[in-house]
């Protein structure tokens, strides 16, 4: 079994930042991507960035140039620096592994972000 446990969310004024991290344990081997999701009251579930085990990154245009995603490998731990915080960011943001060639999903529990006008 894998676990990921998100921790870092809160409530934030516009213009601030967060730091989340996300640290997976169990059965943890190949993987392939790392990623955060959020999801906003009464909207789907969006992609916010990636990071491949090569290290390449991938953005939500919503979010490029205030959002960095990066990785501790041998922690098996990501994180997501949110800068230049704004109210439409507000959602509970999910982490998200991709394990093996098959590239099973993994998802932590949430952590709520609210961003304050």
């Known amino acids: 079994q894998v676990q990921l446990v998100e921790s870092g969310g809160g409530l934030v004024q516009a213009g601030g930042s967060l730091r989340l991290s996300c640290a997976a344990s169990?059965?943890?081997?190949?993987?392939?991507?790392m990623g955060w999701y959020r999801q906003a009251p009464g909207k789907q579930r969006e992609l916010v960035a990636t990071?491949?085990?090569?290290?390449?990154?991938n953005y939500a245009d919503s979010v490029k140039g205030r959002f960095t995603i990066s990785r501790d490998s041998a922690k098996n731990t990501v994180y997501l620096q949110m800068n230049t915080l704004k109210p439409e960011d507000t959602a509970v943001y999910y982490c998200?592994?991709?394990?093996?060639?098959?590239?099973?999903?993994?998802w932590g529990q949430g952590t709520q972000v609210t961003v304050s006008s």
């Open positions: 990071i491949s085990n090569g290290g390449n990154t």
């Open positions: 998200n592994f991709k394990l093996g060639w098959r590239l099973n999903d993994y």
């Open positions: 169990g059965s943890i081997f190949d993987i392939r991507i």
